[in-house]
């Protein structure tokens, strides 16, 4: 038997200690946690439960100058982070709450670069589809990850 409600609970109130041992450590992945809470808390119809100005305050404190966020305040901006972000903010229909023009710039260049090497652009390096990285970069640094086919 699923306990729905105890979930909840327990989901609702995470966070709530700021000082707690687990909440302190888990600081490098706050943004994509607050993601993942907040998507369960919705399948489970408790999405209301959860302080919705708070975590728009804390994604907008999380953005960058380059427009990329980060997973907590003071740490770097990522894409990860900046897509968990985006992904929060349209669940709550908030995106205007950060500069989305300044968001658009990073996944235009990533993905593009990625796309244009997947079509066979001889000026664009190959590019690793699952990481988004170039093929070079990889085998320099050992990482030779297996693609499904």
């Not at 489970?44 to 990329?68: S, T, V, Y």
């Amino acid at each position: 038997m699923l306990l729905l409600e105890k979930h909840a609970d327990y989901i609702a109130a995470y966070g709530s200690k700021k000082d707690d041992y687990e909440y302190t450590l888990s600081e490098y992945l706050r943004m994509s946690g607050i993601y993942w809470g907040l998507t369960v808390m919705d399948l489970m119809g408790q999405l209301p439960r959860m302080n919705q100005q708070e975590i728009i305050d804390f994604i907008k404190a999380c953005q960058h100058e380059c427009g990329g966020i980060s997973a907590s305040i003071g740490h770097d901006p990522h894409l990860l982070y900046t897509l968990s972000a985006v992904q929060i903010l349209c669940l709550y229909d908030s995106i205007d709450a950060i500069d989305v023009d300044k968001v658009v710039d990073p996944f235009h260049t990533l993905f593009g670069v990625a796309g244009l090497s997947l079509l066979g652009d001889e000026q664009i390096k190959p590019v690793n589809p699952v990481l988004c990285m170039p093929e070079d970069v990889l085998q320099r640094i050992g990482l030779h990850p297996d693609l499904l086919s």
